[in-house]
């Protein structure tokens, strides 16, 4: 099964404002049937609306949450379950914190490893990083947000591939994945989905960097997706994940 391809309506850590003109634009892409977005950026009301919208089309919904605080952590799951979302992704684990989502009838994808800062940087061996996420397992965790590019020694690709074989549960590949030729390196260790920025919306898929948006004018997106899609749906897997990666 071909990894699921997410797309994250945000840009800088954040969710974009016209968040919902951008998602009503691309929903109908044939394979777009994975979105999401962060909790910070748009007001309570519009991110509840902009669930709904996404629901009402048939998509899986995503928040991704950056906190490490048991209360910010609480705060970020009743707001996941107040929005409607199926999946949170990040955040410190905490029992609480899935109590909340497991009886909200949300999925808990946590951070494992030691994550710290801002944007998030991931340490610790994958021996140890691996350690974790079974111990997590056994607590009832759905799967893992895992910051293999975000990790400050170990390499990317070879912590993705020791994980994704050693972890059997979904795993969201995170971190600066903002490039076609990353795309297609990061979906070599088979996680169960590709989870990808709208950095598309300025334009780093096409180049590798960033450029200005003209005012006034939207991105072709629609073009791009597809070609995401494609790449992202290229060859056999043994297991699926989102990009980030999720299984």
Known sequence: ?????????THNDRTVKDALAYFNEAKDVKGALNW??????LPYEQMK?????????????????VTY????????????????????T????????????????????????????SPSVLSGSGDEIIAEAKELLTDGVDGFDLL??????????SLSKRFISAVDAPVIIA????SFARLDIIKGPQPMGIHHRWSL????????????????????????????????GRGKYRRTAIWEAIR
């Open 90 to 117: 990040g955040t410190i684990y905490y029992p609480s914190v899935m109590k909340i989502l497991k009886d909200g009838g949300c999925k808990y994808l946590p951070f494992c490893g030691k994550v710290s800062g």
């Open 201 to 232: 919306l300025h334009q780093e898929f096409r180049t590798g960097r960033k450029l200005q948006r003209p005012a006034g004018r939207r991105p072709e997106v629609l073009g791009e997706i597809d070609r995401i899609k494609r790449i992202t």
């Open 69 to 88: 605080t048991e209360d910010e952590c609480k705060k970020a799951a009743d707001l996941s379950v107040a929005c409607g979302f199926d999946y949170l």
């Open 36 to 41: 999401g977005f962060k909790d910070v950026g």
């Open 148 to 157: 293999a590019y975000r990790h400050d020694s170990e390499e990317p690709v």
């Open 175 to 178: 971190g600066s994945i903002n």
């Open 1 to 9: 099964m071909a990894p699921r391809l997410i797309t994250m309506l």
């Open 49 to 65: 609306d902009l669930v709904a919208e996404m629901k009402a089309a048939g998509k899986t919904t995503f928040m991704e949450v």
